[in-house]
Nanobody, 120 residues
Framework: QVQLQESGPGLVKPSQTLSLTCIVSGTSITTSYYYWSWIRKPPGKGLEWIGHIAYNGNPNYSPSLRSRTSISRDTSKNQFTLQLSSVTPEDTGVYYC????????????WGQGTQVTVSS
């Protein structure tokens, strides 16, 4: 069974870097042709795609967040990491990691989500 679990600090100060890790079990993050995504939900708003890292290690980012986003992976630990720099209170929200199936065009597995608050 595929499972994803987010981990990281729940509180980040403005201007600092938010760092979250998604630990994957039940499958390898190098398995073709899946993408491993970060998605967030700000309070009172809809889901926002942040970016993904593909099975081959290639990242892709939302244009609106590209300048502040980095997604990397550690295949030995079967996990991938989000770093979002220069955060502001507008980056507050629930952050999810998810597997993107490009064949079925759906996110078929999700983590439970983790609340991140940006505040001094």
């Amino acid at each position: 069974q595929v499972q994803l679990q987010e981990s990281g600090p729940g509180l980040v100060k403005p201007s600092q870097t938010l760092s979250l890790t998604c630990i994957v079990s039940g499958t390898s993050i190098t398995t073709s042709y899946y993408y491993w995504s970060w998605i967030r939900k700000p309070p009172g708003k809809g889901l926002e795609w942040i970016g993904h890292i593909a099975y081959n290690g290639n990242p892709n980012y939302s244009p609106s967040l590209r300048s502040r986003t980095s997604i990397s992976r550690d295949t030995s630990k079967n996990q991938f990491t989000l770093q979002l720099s220069s955060v502001t209170p507008e980056d507050t929200g629930v952050y999810y990691c998810a597997r993107d199936d490009p064949v079925d065009l759906q996110y078929d597995y999700w983590g439970q989500g983790t609340q991140v608050t940006v505040s001094s």
